[in-house]
């Protein structure tokens, strides 16, 4: 009887495996003898290997069907040496900005006939080197985003081969292409344009100090201070971390102040949107007292209130730029390519520094290579210095 109930109990496992309960299921051997032709037909049809007649192939595709034969990405991968799958490494996956990212990776990597493996570094260089060293073997390239981190230390993590492209890394190192966001051109734009409406006490809230782009946005935003003849450190400049809260913290240390700044730019849009909380809730006028801009234009920008004033760069283009360029490496088609580009942005002007029911958008800044002059996109629109 102990013998009858483990026959029992091997069936229904057999039947798990190799299909839905009560369903028709088999392997490729049942798929070739159902179809009349051999087990390499099969092979060659199901891993697009060979050139099969179009009648050989709708006939084994049907059975296929038929016998819901699924084959074994692993196995598969042994025959093609390809797994189809890509591994995305982000410092984090929470917020817009990274769904952003991440949507537009998945969109081009469907295209492309690729699927997506993603996980989170939480910004820490040795978890990066640990998430890499488990996604080898298991995908045919990485794009990789870490601004905490050089892209030299994280290439030995992965081996030679294996194809990767770097979002807004620090310059050198790897051998691998990177993308980047024009962080500092932006930042001397969006400030440019504060003080074009005659700002001259301006607050920053800065990103993480470990991070580059945030480290770029800060400089950036000094370099417009000295073009108008300001002192870097004439702003007031408030630590925070790339989130809502730590922006809501600068806006209550901004109402501390006295004299208080009349502009603050955040390096990203959260915590430019925790400090409009902030300021709002305080019933300091805006952008009359205070005004506001941002940085990314995640979506979530134009439905702030008041709608912020910021940078925009297409963030989700980074993520399909970033997946085309990948397999492109994948597929030995990325001879000749720029090995480091700087993707363009452009001012979105709207109520939080205009105070004005409308949305002005400057002309983007034309993308560049790395070490290409750098341009300065200037504002025309001045008022009396306060």
Not at 355 to 375: F, H, I, K, L, M
Request: glycine share 10%; aromatic share 4%; net charge positive.
């Amino acid at each position: 009887m102990a013998r009858d109930e483990r026959r029992a109990r091997e069936t229904r496992s057999a039947g798990r495996t190799s299909g839905e309960a009560g369903a028709p299921s088999g392997g490729i051997r049942e798929v070739a003898r159902a179809a009349g032709v051999s087990v390499a037909t099969v092979s060659r049809v199901v891993n697009g290997t060979a050139v099969v007649r179009d009648e050989t192939k709708r006939r084994v595709e049907a059975e296929i069907a038929r016998l819901r034969y699924a084959p074994h990405a692993a196995a598969r991968s042994l025959i093609t040496n390809r797994t189809w799958t890509v591994g995305v490494v982000l410092p984090d996956i929470w917020g817009e900005y990274f769904s952003e990212v991440i949507r537009g990776i998945d969109l081009a990597a469907r295209q492309a006939g690729y699927h997506v493996l993603v996980s989170s570094s939480h910004s820490d260089a040795a978890e990066t080197r640990e998430v890499l060293r488990a996604m080898n073997g298991r995908v045919d390239g990485v794009v990789v985003m870490a601004p905490h981190a050089s892209p030299r230390a994280l290439s030995t993590s992965f081996p030679p081969a294996l194809p990767a492209v770097f979002l807004n890394s620090a310059p050198g190192g790897a051998g691998a292409p990177s993308l980047s966001v024009d962080n500092r051109g932006g930042a001397r734009a969006i400030v440019a344009h504060l003080l074009g409406l005659g700002h001259r006490r301006l607050a920053f809230v800065n990103g993480p100090s470990s991070n580059r782009d945030a480290a770029e946005r800060r400089r950036g935003a000094h370099e417009a201070l000295r073009a108008a003849g300001l002192a870097a450190e004439s702003a007031l400049e408030i630590q925070g971390d790339f989130t809502e809260e730590s922006g809501r913290v600068a806006g209550e240390e901004l109402l501390r102040q006295s004299p208080r700044p009349t502009a603050l730019f955040a390096a990203n849009d959260s915590m430019a949107i925790g400090a409009l909380f902030a300021l709002r809730r305080a019933r300091v006028a805006i952008p009359g007292q205070v005004a506001v801009a941002g940085f990314d234009d995640v979506p979530i920008a134009r439905f702030a209130s008041p709608p912020l004033s910021t940078v925009r760069h297409e963030i989700r283009s980074l993520g399909e730029r970033a997946l085309i360029r990948l397999v492109a490496e994948i597929e030995g088609r990325g001879d000749g390519l720029p090995d480091r580009e700087v993707l363009p942005f452009h001012l979105v002007l709207r109520y939080s520094t205009e105070g004005v029911d409308a949305e002005t958008t400057t002309e983007p800044s034309r993308p560049r290579r790395a070490g290409a002059p750098e341009q300065k996109p200037t504002t025309d629109r001045r008022r009396k210095a306060r």
